[in-house]
Structures are given as structure tokens and as C-alpha cells.
């Protein structure tokens, strides 16, 4: 079972493209997560109905391990969030899962 945490993020038009190099599988976001063990990936998802609208998944092999990277990483985690502040015109924690047996991408 792994562990989830969901954003979701409103983007004006002229972000976009920064904000999806930043924020998807292979942005600053995931280059600093994947220094901490126990990281999975992060998944980048854009609204078809409304313009601009986000969602990231950061997946982790627990939230222990979670915990553990915000404890360990807590200044480059500041940084990096100050540097791409500006980039979203809002942001939102939805919320942080568990993900249940049998259900990811390997699953089927």
C-alpha cells in the first residue's frame, strides 16, 4: 500500500507551460522528492472542464516516509516553494490517501 497527497492547482494561461515543467513526473518538484527514499512518483493531471486546473499526486511508499523527507529536505522544500511561488494563482491541499490494494497502475 502506498501513500498519496493531493494538490489541486489553479494556473493562469501564461504559467501553464512553466507550471507543468515544474510540477510534473520529471520537474524540480519530483528531482527533490526522489532524493528521499521511499518516493514513488509524481503524477500531473489537467482538467478537460475547466481551463488551467490541476491536480498533482505525490506518491510515496508511506507517509513515515514522507515525514521523514520533509524533516531531512525542510530548507530545500522552502526554497524550492518560494522560487515557483507565483506560478499558480491558487493552491489547495485536497487531501492525503492511502492507496488500497489491487488498485494501482500495475493492478490490471
Not at 532524493?35 to 514513488?40: D, E, Q
Not at 503524477?43 to 514522507?66: P, V
Not at 499558480?88 to 492507496?99: H, N, T, V, W
Amino acid at each position: 500500500m502506498s501513500y498519496a497527497i493531493v494538490w489541486e492547482f489553479l494556473v493562469p494561461e501564461a504559467h501553464r507551460t512553466d507550471f507543468e515543467a515544474a510540477y510534473g513526473p520529471h520537474g524540480l518538484w519530483a528531482q527533490l522528492f526522489a532524493r528521499a527514499p521511499g518516493f514513488l512518483e509524481v503524477r500531473l493531471l489537467r482538467s478537460h472542464e475547466r481551463s488551467g486546473r490541476y491536480f498533482t499526486i505525490d506518491r510515496w511508499q508511506s507517509a513515515m516516509a514522507f515525514e521523514d523527507f520533509k524533516s531531512h529536505f525542510a530548507k530545500e522544500y522552502q526554497a524550492l516553494d518560494r522560487r515557483l511561488e507565483g506560478l499558480a494563482s491558487s493552491e489547495a491541499p485536497l487531501g492525503r490517501f492511502d492507496e488500497m490494494p489491487g488498485t494501482g497502475a500495475n493492478s490490471g
